[in-house]
């Protein structure tokens, strides 16, 4: 499995971006797909992710209505539009993947592929 993130950048609060993850090796339209993020001195924390086939979608507090993660079945691809950016949303962003759907899918442990993280910085 090998997940590529991009998308990431420097922008200014109040501002938007949307992080790409191309996934490769594995069946996409069955495996479950999110986005987690590493701010400075902190631990990985999860923002958002999509089951696989049900499609359904799950957010973190801090994400929920300024954050979508949706997915594209056709071009193996999935995205993380992120509007009214604060300074607080600034870290590294990695996408992950698993075969399966868990409950405790706010847990990083339990992702076992994860892309190599795109930087964002939200500027004051």
């Not at 995205?79 to 409950?103: G, R």
Request: aromatic share 14%; charged share 15%; proline share 4%.
């Amino acid at each position: 499995v090998q997940l590529q993130a991009s998308g990431g950048g420097l922008v200014l609060a109040g501002g938007s971006l949307r992080l790409s993850c191309a996934a490769s090796g594995l069946t996409f339209n069955s495996y479950s797909m999110a986005w987690f993020r590493q701010a400075p001195g902190k631990e990985r924390e999860f923002v958002a992710a999509t089951r696989g086939t049900m499609r359904s979608t799950y957010y973190a507090e801090s994400a929920k209505g300024r954050f979508t993660i949706t997915r594209d079945y056709a071009q193996n691809t999935v995205y993380l539009q992120m509007f009214s950016l604060k300074p607080e949303d600034t870290a590294v962003y990695y996408c992950v993947a698993d075969p399966h759907w868990n409950i405790r899918y706010t847990s990083p442990a339990e992702w076992p592929h994860w892309g190599q993280g795109t930087l964002v910085t939200v500027s004051s």
